[in-house]
T-cell receptor
Framework: EAGVAQSPRYKIIEKRQSVAFWCNPISGHATLYWYQQILGQGPKLLIQFQNNGVVDDSQLPKDRFSAERLKGVDSTLKIQPAKLEDSAVYLC????????????????FGEGSRLTVL | GENVEQHPSTLSVQEGDSAVIKCTYSDSASNYFPWYKQELGKGPQLIIDIRSNVGEKKDQRIAVTLNKTAKHFSLHITETQPEDSAVYFCAARFAGNKLTFGGGTRVLVKP
């Protein structure tokens, strides 16, 4: 089974520029998450989708961050304009809604997209 | 609010010794507590989890204990090996299936 795919793996931009990250979740997973992981910290949830609807975006800085999941499959996260404090790894994760056979809704993470803002 | 505290932030152990990481959570309604391991340059990967209806779960060299009254849970790694060196995160699931992570523990196993 293919895992969560993310691209690009690395991106360096100057402040005030824009950047976009892409995520393709595991096939059949209805729930998709974007987390921000600043160096030395735990992942912080930015936005959670169920199919193509937003479940939680309470910690998404909406003045500069946006995310979409138009067809309920892959997703993009955009930052415009970027600030120095946006330097972080952006992790995408997906999970299945199914609760059969003891499934607890485990999150499967991609390898992340590392953003450096200069 | 939804908060998970994790201690210690770094842990150095001798190969073969045990390692213990502790976490506390804020919402008594939380019912699911996973532990993730993150290796350098990789995304976090689930290593063990526990639901609120059990107090302990074991999988080979790793075990997790949960004290719902005190709202804390712990990860225990026995007979540590160099490949256990990584960053470990605890997490708790809050309302709306939202998973909140602790700050992480960097574990170094010295040969």
């Amino acid at each position: 089974e293919a895992g969560v795919a993310q691209s690009p793996r690395y991106k360096i931009i100057e402040k005030r520029q824009s950047v976009a990250f892409w995520c393709n979740p595991i096939s059949g997973h209805a729930t998709l998450y974007w987390y921000q992981q600043i160096l030395g910290q735990g992942p912080k949830l930015l936005i959670q989708f169920q199919n193509n609807g937003v479940v939680d975006d309470s910690q998404l800085p909406k003045d500069r961050f946006s995310a979409e999941r138009l067809k309920g499959v892959d997703s993009t996260l955009k930052i415009q304009p970027a600030k120095l404090e946006d330097s972080a790894v952006y992790l995408c994760a997906s999970s299945s809604l199914a609760r059969d056979r003891g499934n607890t809704g485990e999150l499967f993470f991609g390898e992340g997209s590392r953003l450096t803002v200069l | 609010g939804e908060n998970v505290e994790q201690h210690p932030s770094t842990l150095s152990v001798q190969e073969g010794d045990s390692a213990v990481i502790k976490c506390t959570y804020s919402d008594s309604a939380s019912n699911y507590f996973p532990w993730y391991k993150q290796e350098l340059g990789k995304g976090p990967q689930l290593i063990i989890d526990i639901r609120s209806n059990v107090g302990e779960k074991k999988d080979q060299r790793i075990a997790v204990t949960l004290n719902k009254t005190a709202k804390h849970f712990s990860l225990h790694i026995t007979e540590t090996q160099p490949e256990d060196s990584a960053v470990y995160f605890c997490a708790a699931r809050f309302a709306g299936n939202k998973l909140t992570f602790g700050g992480g523990t960097r574990v170094l196993v010295k040969p």
